[in-house]
């Protein structure tokens, strides 16, 4: 995959004259597009839902993970970034009925995916 990305970089640095190369400029204000607030609601499923934070350096949850806080049956929360959990085989974890891979990240740490709801 590394050598992918350096040919696409060396392939366009050998399309790109190094003369028509645009002079970099600090962004003013009126430049920079309002960047949009994260505005996806999620509703719990849920009987009780534990919020995890992942262990250590990971990225992801798992479901031996530590407890930040737990989330209630109709409690809303926003979400707009997920995290995917990679295994073997099989589901990464199973709550809320379900087996799934996709932890959301809310406020505090991460939840698993199959005890939201967009709201």
Known sequence: MTKMML???VAVLAVTPAAAAPSV??????????AKACAKK???????????MPEGNKPVASPD???VRYL????????CVEALARTQSGPAYR???KGGHVWRIVRGGQVPATCLKRA
Do not use: L, M
């Open 7 to 9: 040919a696409a970089v």
């Open 42 to 52: 999620w509703e719990v499923i849920g009987r009780k839902v534990a919020v995890r």
């Open 65 to 67: 993970s530590p407890v």
């Open 72 to 79: 209630h049956r109709g409690d809303v929360v926003t979400s």
């Open 95 to 97: 709550k809320c009925g």
């Open 25 to 34: 400029a600090a962004p003013s204000a009126a430049s920079v597009p309002n």
